[in-house]
Structure formats: C-alpha cells, structure tokens
C-alpha cells in the first residue's frame, strides 16, 4: 500500500511542467550520478548531508526527495525535512523507476551555472513576441523553477551575459538561437535532451508561428495573435512574460490531454439553453 510519504512515477509526471509542481531535490551521491548524469526536469541537485541547511527556506513548499533507487537516501532526507516542518516526500523507486518508465529527462551538463542565490540567469532581446516568451516558459517549467530573465535592447544582449554570467538566447551568433529550419524553441529541447512527445507538439506549434510557416500547425495564426495581443498589452516585458506563462502553462495541457479535442456545439441545439425563461 503506498505511503503519504511516497509519490508514484506517474502521479509526479503529472505535476512536471505544469505551475503546481512540486520542488524535486536529487540526492544522489555523485558516484551515483556519474553513471547516469540527467536529472527530473526541474530538479535542484542537493548532497544529502546538507539537507537540512535547505530547510528553512521550504517551509510551506511541497517538496519531492529524489536518489538513485528511492531508498535510504531520499526518504531518509524526506525524513529530515519533515521533521524541520516541510512537506516532504520520496519518489518511489527513485531514478531507476523514472528512467525505465521513460519520463522526460535533462541532460545535467546542459543546464548553466547558477548565481549566488542559486537561479539560473539568462538574457535575450527586449519586446518579446513568440519565441522569447516560450523559451523562458520551457526553462521555468522544465530546467529551473527559479530562474531569472533579462530583457535588453538586442545590441547589448552578448555584453549583459559577459558582464552579468548570464545566458544568452534567441540572438545571433549565440548557442542558444535559430539554426536552420528550427526556432530556439527547437534548439532548446535538443540543448537539454528533453525528449517529450507533448513539447514536441508544442515545439512544431512555436515554430510555425514564430517562423510565419503556419501550415506546420492550424493553431499558429492563433498563437500568432495572442502573442502580438500581449505585447501591446504591456509594455514592462517581464510583466508580458509572467501574463504568457499563463498561455504556453494552457498550450502545454492542450499538448499533453487535450490536442485530438474539438468543440461541439451541437448539444445545445434543440436543448433548453442556460438561464432561459424555461429553464
């Protein structure tokens, strides 16, 4: 029978991307990890004697423990947390069980170094439209729940990450920006190793609408719109993002549950209407 303490491989897949996620700290020992450096998306990596330092700054957050096979490890350190008043779980099974149920995966060394509070910090063009709102959703949602953005004029990007240990994106001449037929979007999936079939759906949609190949998908004329809508709507950019994180959170559950669906009217014909005079 499965404990409070525990959460399954399928229940914690169901949280990933979405903004009730939970906080996943890997514990892993490092020889552990260096036989198979990937992480859960989103997980912050934490040696399991410093647990407790951590602590203080959960209290109030549902937090998820992560070690190699879910064993001493993670629900010993679920165990500390708990008693330092954090709601806290293991994963059961640990790595090995999300592996083998081939849940979504980061490649460790692709994410970048973090500043003194422990974000990731990146920096790309002010006035974002597509691809700059979708790019830092995928990073909040999948590499670092914490992570930080800046949004300059575009001639100054290269020089804010030198001078600031940022990461660039969506610029020329930078890793992180369109290559070929793809959007960063795109490049940003590969970068990571985040092989998911629901941000593959979402990527070909990004592409179509921030590339103007809109026969990639019928929905980037719409993406298109709302994308451009925004941007008039506010003029502070990380504003506009936060507002977007609302619309790429409910593109990925369209992805995920919901693409096949349509909509049909047709069961309120010849049916009493809401609020009529007969009803």
Known sequence: ????????????????????????VDVCIDEDFNDFPFLIPGAIKVP??????HAP??????????????????????AVLRSEGVGAEHLRGGMYAWRDAAAPLVTAGSIPGRDSNGHTVWVTRSRPKIDRIACPWLIRRFIDPAAKFLFVSGS???????????????????????????????????HFGLQYEPLAQLATLVR???TNQHQLAPEAAGLLAVSVG??????QDLEQLEAGMLVYDALYRWARDAKDEVHDSSVHIGSKQEGSASS
Not at 48 to 53: E, M, R
Not at 57 to 78: P, Y
Not at 159 to 179: C, G, W
């Open 57 to 78: 700054a959960w209290v109030g957050q549902r937090v998820i423990v992560v070690c190699q096979k879910g064993l001493k490890l993670s629900e010993g350190a679920a």
């Open 208 to 210: 179509a609408a921030d």
């Open 230 to 235: 925004l941007s008039r709507m506010y003029q």
């Open 48 to 53: 399991f004697k410093q647990i407790h330092l």
């Open 1 to 24: 029978m499965p404990s409070h303490t525990q959460i399954s491989v399928t229940r914690l897949q169901r949280l990933i991307g979405t903004p009730n996620c939970p906080l996943i």
């Open 156 to 190: 100054q990007v290269n020089a804010v990450a030198e001078k600031f240990a940022a990461t660039p994106f969506d610029v020329d001449q930078v890793a992180l920006s369109h290559r070929e037929d793809s959007c960063t979007f795109d490049v940003m999936l590969a």
